[in-house]
C-alpha cells in the first residue's frame, strides 16, 4: 500500500536525479571503458593470457557478491528507516573505492582485484538501496516521471564525465598509466560531487515495524517474506517477470559491440559512434517514456518496451545492411533506459513502503543473477551453433516469458 499522496518537492525530485547523474559515470568509465583497459593493459601487462579470466571472475564475483548483500542490507536499512544513512556510508565507499583504483600500478594485479571487486560491489549495493527511495521522493502519479528523468540523467551525466575526463583515457593505458590513474580520481569526484545534495537532504522515509524487527533477522525475514510470497503477490510477480526481461536486455549490452565487430567486421571507432547515437536517442527517450507511464499505465508501458526489444533482437538477428544496425541502434536508444527507468517505476508502486528497501534489494538481486546467466548463454549458443546470429534469438523466449508476465498480471 502506498503513502497518501505527498506534494511534489521539485528540489528533492532534481537531488535524487543528481544522484543518477554522477553515478552514471562509474558504470560507463570504470566498467565500461577506463579501468577495464588498464586492468588488461597495465595490472596485467606480463600476464596479458590471464587478464580476461580474470576480469571477467572479478566482474562476475563483484556482481553475485552484490546480489547476496543487496536485499539484506535493505532488511536492516528498512528497519531503521535508514535508507538514506546506508545509503550514505556506501556511497562514500564505493567513491573511495573508485579513487583507490589509481593506487594500481603496473604489474599488481592481485591489487587490481581487490581494488575493483571492493568498488564495484559497493557500487551495486548503493545503487539497489539508491532505487528503493523512489516511493519517498515521489508519489505515485509522478514516480514514472521521475525515475524516467533520473535514468535520462544517468545517460546525460556519463557523457559529461567522458567530455571532462576524455584527455586522461584517450592514449594507451600502457604508455598513457599517470593519465589513467588520474582519471579515475577524476571519476570518483564526479560521482561524489553529484551524490551529495541527495545524501546531505535527503528525503523523509517509512520504517518497518517494530515487531517484524523484534522477531526475526534479516535472513529469516527475507526466507519468511519468500515463503510468503502471495501476500505481496503483485510485487513478486514484477520481480519474476523483470528478471526474464533482464535476461535480455542485459546480455544485448553485453554482446553488442562484440557482435559488431566479430560478425560485420565493424571498427572501435564505427561502433563508438553507434554507442553515441544510442545515448543521445535515449536521453529525451527514457525522459518521455517516465512521463508516459504516469500518464498511460507504468506496467503497460514497460509491456510495450518489450515488444520494441523484441524488434531490436529480431532485427540484429537477421540484419545484412548497415541501415538496419542503425535502426536497431535507434531503436535500442528509445528501450535501453526507459525498460529500466519505467521497471523502478513499476516496483515503486507495487512493494510496501515500509519495506522497499527488501523488495528493490530482492529486484536487485534477481537483475545480477540475470547479469551472469544471460551472457553465458549467449556464449554457449554462439559456440555450439557456431552462429552468433542464432545466440540472439535464444533471447527471444526470455522477452516472451516477461512480456506473458506483464500482461496476465491482474493487479
Excluded at 536525479?17 to 597495465?42: H, P, R, T
Excluded at 579515475?184 to 523523509?204: D, I, K, M, N
Excluded at 527514457?286 to 532485427?315: E, F, I
Amino acid at each position: 500500500m502506498q503513502p497518501p499522496e505527498r506534494p511534489p518537492s521539485a528540489a528533492l525530485e532534481w537531488r535524487w536525479g543528481l544522484y543518477d547523474f554522477g553515478n552514471s559515470a562509474y558504470a560507463l568509465l570504470i566498467g565500461g571503458v577506463g579501468f577495464q583497459l588498464y586492468f588488461k593493459e597495465v595490472a596485467f601487462r606480463h600476464r596479458a593470457g590471464e587478464a580476461d579470466f580474470w576480469w571477467g571472475s572479478v566482474v562476475a564475483a563483484s556482481i553475485l557478491l552484490s546480489a547476496a548483500l543487496s536485499p539484506l542490507v535493505g532488511v536492516t536499512a528498512d528497519r531503521r528507516g535508514a535508507r538514506s544513512r546506508y545509503l550514505s556510508r556506501l556511497t562514500a565507499l564505493a567513491v573511495l573505492g573508485t579513487a583507490s583504483l589509481a593506487a594500481v600500478r603496473a604489474e599488481s594485479a592481485l591489487a587490481a582485484v581487490l581494488a575493483f571487486l571492493f568498488a564495484n560491489t559497493l557500487y551495486n549495493v548503493a545503487l539497489a538501496l539508491y532505487d528503493s527511495l523512489l516511493p519517498f521522493v515521489a508519489g505515485p502519479s509522478r514516480q514514472g516521471m521521475v525515475s524516467g528523468r533520473g535514468w535520462a540523467l544517468g545517460f546525460a551525466g556519463g557523457i559529461a564525465c567522458l567530455s571532462l575526463t576524455h584527455p586522461f583515457f584517450t592514449g594507451a593505458p600502457a604508455q598513457s598509466e599517470g593519465a589513467y590513474r588520474t582519471g579515475f580520481v577524476l571519476v570518483a569526484a564526479f560521482y561524489g560531487c553529484f551524490a551529495l545534495p541527495l545524501l546531505l537532504f535527503p528525503p523523509r522515509e517509512e520504517k518497518a515495524g517494530e515487531a517484524l524487527a523484534a522477531q526475526q533477522g534479516p535472513v529469516t525475514q527475507l526466507v519468511t517474506s519468500l515463503k510468503h510470497w502471495r501476500a505481496h503477490r503483485a510485487a513478486f510477480r514484477f520481480i519474476l517477470a523483470y528478471y526474464f526481461i533482464s535476461e535480455a536486455i542485459l546480455t544485448s549490452i553485453y554482446f553488442t559491440a562484440n557482435y559488431l565487430s566479430t560478425t560485420f567486421s565493424m571498427t572501435a571507432s564505427t561502433i563508438l559512434g553507434l554507442t553515441v547515437l544510442l545515448q543521445v536517442v535515449a536521453i529525451p527517450a527514457t525522459w518521455l517514456s517516465g512521463r508516459l507511464a504516469d500518464a498511460w499505465s507504468p506496467r503497460k508501458t514497460l509491456a510495450g518496451s518489450v515488444v520494441v526489444w523484441m524488434v531490436v533482437v529480431l532485427l540484429l538477428a537477421t540484419a545484412t545492411a548497415p541501415w538496419q544496425l542503425y535502426a536497431a541502434a535507434v531503436l535500442m536508444g528509445t528501450v535501453i533506459g526507459s525498460t529500466q527507468a519505467v521497471g523502478r517505476a513499476c516496483l515503486a508502486r507495487l512493494a510496501p513502503p515500509a519495506r522497499s528497501g527488501e523488495f528493490f534489494g530482492l529486484n536487485s538481486m534477481s537483475s545480477k543473477v540475470a547479469a551472469t546467466l544471460g551472457p553465458f548463454l549467449f556464449g554457449a549458443v554462439s559456440t555450439m551453433t557456431g552462429s552468433q546470429r542464432m545466440a540472439w534469438l535464444s533471447l527471444v523466449p526470455f522477452l516472451v516469458i516477461g512480456l506473458a508476465l506483464l500482461l496476465t498480471d491482474r493487479s
